[in-house]
């Protein structure tokens, strides 16, 4: 154990020091945040930048009023009777985006809305534009059966659902959509993390194996000290930067609620001016859930586990090679059962206590991150985590006994690629 400790500490120290660690721990949460919010921020911007200007041919007399009542600030339609080819070429000149025609036998639903364009808008302004028509159209078709307002009051109001998890302390509201995204992202930084961080164990090793200081190395210390070293001290390299990342979640979890209540108009809501963040929230009816800590330490236990079963893997498989090139054929396999989780992420979140779900997520490899997914969502009882966890450890202990068997003698072995017999004549050795 001092052997392994001694490496273990030349490995975390070596690395933490890094300039590449140090970025990397404070810019990893800023890319993530922004890969998360600026396709949005930007749609947001572009939707309110963008002013479209449409010429209308309203044949039903009726529609186009409707329509430009319920159009918003950014759509200008404006009535012309210009021939078709006079139209078209107004279109090509600039003068307007478009021009949409309206039959007179639209209202009946015998005849469809045509839209010419030159250049297309995007699949946002087109559904947009399709809605608005549609409730036209429907309020015409009302209008025209007489029916009274109270029954179109009726028929246009809806129910809100709210659904509660009920525990041994009571019920709480469920955010099942918020959890279904934490999950979600848990699921895939688990997967970032333990790729990432297994191959940094497979390139270290390749990198001394090439160099030959591992020839020096394992004349003082046994080759399973230095693996179990190796995975052990990027482990821990990997844990302090999640704990790191974990105390910015915790602080921008706290700092969630004033930045939404500075975007609310306390006028808007019928407060005062003074009016306290839990009160915009409340008026506004939005609700933040909280994390369980509990989540947390599963997160963490699981994120271990996965890391240490994939990189002992990949240190196998490092040390097998002596180029980075050489490999990717040995890469391909652990490539495949980490990724294969990802491809069942969405089942699972919509369906978390199928049959299916329930035995992919207690499987070793995919445990790691199926697992995490159900017990952020709530679908996972105790005894379920609990058991995918003690079988991602037998893996684990698996995975580093067939790893230790070919590290020992690869670590040490030059020439040709070895085959996949010859692999296995290594585990018989």
């Known amino acids: 154990m001092d052997k392994i400790w001694i490496i273990l500490q030349s490995e975390f120290l070596r690395r933490v020091r890094t300039r590449t660690f140090v970025l990397t721990t404070l810019l990893a949460p800023v890319l993530l945040l922004a890969m998360a919010l600026l396709p949005a921020l930007i749609g947001y911007l ?19 009023s409707r329509m430009q009542a319920l159009a918003p600030s950014t759509l200008r339609l404006e009535a012309v009777s210009l021939p078709l ?60 059966l007489q029916v009274p307002p109270e029954l179109v ?7 809100s659902l709210r659904q509660y998890r009920l525990s041994e302390t009571g019920a709480e509201e469920d955010g099942t959509v918020f959890f279904s995204i ?6 895939f930084i688990i997967y970032g993390a333990t790729l990432g961080y297994g191959s940094l164990v497979m390139q270290g090793v390749i ?45 921008g979890a706290a700092a969630a609620g004033p930045i ?3 975007f609310l108009d306390p006028q808007q809501l019928n407060l005062p001016t003074n009016a306290s963040t839990e009160e915009l929230l409340a008026a506004a009816n939005i609700t933040l859930p909280t994390i369980d800590p509990v989540l947390i330490v599963w997160f963490v236990l699981f994120f271990l586990g996965g890391y240490l079963l994939y990189s002992s893997l990949f240190a196998a498989a490092g040390s097998a090679v002596e180029q980075q090139q050489d490999a990717q054929s040995l890469m391909l396999p652990l490539m495949l059962l980490i990724m294969l989780p990802i491809f069942f992420i969405t089942y699972v979140i919509e369906s978390p206590s199928a049959p299916l779900s329930v035995g992919l997520s207690l ?19 105790l005894w379920e985590a609990v058991l995918a966890y003690l079988l991602l450890v037998a893996g684990f202990l698996g995975a580093i006994w067939v790893s230790a068997r070919i590290y020992r003698i690869g670590i040490l072995s030059y020439g040709q690629k070895p085959s996949l017999r010859e692999l296995l004549r290594w585990l018989r050795a």
Do not use: C
């Open 153 to 159: 009051a009726v028929l246009r109001s809806e129910v």
């Open 46 to 64: 572009g939707s309110r930048d963008t002013t479209r200007h449409l010429a209308v041919i309203d044949s039903s007399g009726v529609l186009l």
């Open 260 to 262: 939404i209540a500075y």
């Open 207 to 251: 990198e001394e194996k090439s160099s030959r200081v591992v020839e020096l190395i394992v004349s003082s210390v046994r080759p399973f000290h230095l693996l179990m070293g190796k995975v052990l001290g990027i482990g821990a390299m990997g844990l302090v930067q999640f704990m790191l990342w974990g105390i910015l979640l915790i602080a």
């Open 363 to 381: 499987f070793p490899f995919f445990s790691p991150i199926l697992m995490m997914v159900r017990i952020a969502i709530g679908s996972a009882a």
């Open 85 to 144: 080819d006079s139209l078209q070429a107004a279109v090509r000149q600039g003068r307007y985006d478009g021009y949409l025609i309206l039959p007179a036998s639209l209202i009946e639903g015998e005849a469809d809305v045509e839209f010419y364009v030159e250049k297309s808008p995007g699949l946002s302004f087109q559904g947009h534009l399709e809605r608005l028509i549609n409730q036209a159209v429907r309020e015409v078709r009302i209008e025209r």
């Open 182 to 187: 934490i999950g979600y992202l848990m699921g």
